[in-house]
C-alpha cells in the first residue's frame, strides 16, 4: 500500500502546524546523530558493506544474541516484503487492526490469508498457519503483549512463526522484548525499527532479529545494497549512543494527559494505550470529515483509521505531541465539536 499511512501532508495544499498523524517521536532528530552524519558524507562515494555486516554484528552485541541471528533491512517494511517472499505461497494468519503492509506483502506473494482479534488465537491457530503476525505494541491501538504471552504462544504452537513487529518497542516505558526468545525458540522472528525512536524515517533503517534456522533461511531471499552507508552509518551511531535524547516516562505522560483530555470532551471515545498513538472514535460525524476540517481550519493532520481492518469510518488515530502541540489539537477538536453540534 504506497497510500493510506500516516504523514501524507504532500496530498494538501496547507501548511501543517501539527503533525499527529505519524508515529515518529516528535522531540525530532538528535543533533549528535546528524553532524556524525555529515561528517561522513564521504561514504556515499563507494558502496556501502552489501549486507550491513558490521551493524549486523554491533546490532546482534546490543541485543546479546549471536551476529548470524541479525539481518538489516531497508527499514520494517522491506524485512516485512522478504518474510513474506521466504515463505511464498504459504498461509498467514493476522492479528486485526494491524499495520496494513503484512497483508500487502502477504498478498503479493500468494499467501492464503486468515485474520483474527486478539481474543481468538485458538481459533485461529486451528488452521495451522505457517505464520502469525502481530505488532507489539500493536498499531494502531496500541496494545502490548506480555513477554509471557509470547512465550506462551511460541510453545503452544511450535509448527507456526510467529512475526512480531516491534518498531515501537522503544517509545514505551516498561516494553519487554521478544529477541531473547529468539536464542530459545526455533519459530520466533522479530522486526525492530530504528527510525521511529530516532526521528530518522527518511534513511528507511530497520532490522530482523530471528532464530538460527529463520535467520539462515531470510539471508537466502534478502537483497545485497538494500541499506545504504549514511543508513548503515546511523544505525552503528544510535546503538552506540541509545536514546540519546529519548524520554519515554515524558511521552508517556503526555501521552496519558493527551488521552484523558480528549475523553473528557464528551464526543470521542478513546481506547486506552500504554503506547504514545492511540484510537479514537467519534460519536458522531466521520473520521474523513474530521480531518478534512482539522487541516483546513487548522493545519492539523490526523490519521484516518477508516482503512485499518476491523475499523470503521468513525475511526482516527493520534500520535502524542509535544505539550503545546497537543493544546493545539485540544482546542481544535473543541472547535469541531462546537460548529458541529451548532449545524445540528
Known sequence: MIRGHGDDRQYYNKTICADFSSNVWFGGTDPKLMEHLRKNMPLIERYP????????????????????????????????????????????????????????????????LYHFQKDEWEQCMKTNPTLCWIGNPNNPDGYIYGFQQIKDRLESYPDTVLVIDEAYADLVTGFQSA??????????????????????????????????????????????WSVNALAQEAGKFLLDHPKNLLDKVKIRELSSALQQAIAQTGDFRVVPSEAPFFLVELQSGTAAGLKEFLIEEHGILIRDATNFRGLNQKYFRVSTLSADENQLLLAALADWKSKSNRNL
Do not use: W
Not at 513474506?84 to 506483502?105: T, V
Not at 530504528?194 to 531471499?221: D, E, M, N
Open 49 to 112: 558493506e552489501p549486507d550491513a555486516a558490521d551493524l549486523c554484528r554491533k546490532t546482534s552485541e546490543f541485543h546479546h544474541v549471536e551476529s548470524d541471528q541479525v539481518l538489516a533491512f531497508n527499514g520494517s517494511v522491506e524485512a516485512f516484503y522478504t518474510i513474506a517472499l521466504a515463505f511464498r505461497e504459504k498461509d498467514s494468519a493476522i492479528c486485526y487492526p494491524a499495520f496494513s503492509e503484512y497483508e500487502d506483502a502477504c498478498r503479493m506473494h500468494d499467501h492464503q
Open 179 to 224: 529477541i531473547p526468545l529468539t536464542k530459545t525458540f526455533s519459530n520466533l522472528i522479530v522486526v525492530r525499527s530504528l527510525t521511529k525512536c530516532s526521528a530518522i524515517p527518511g534513511l528507511r533503517l530497520g532490522y530482523v532479529v530471528a532464530s538460527h534456522p529463520l535467520a539462515a533461511k531470510l539471508k537466502c531471499f534478502q537483497q545485497p
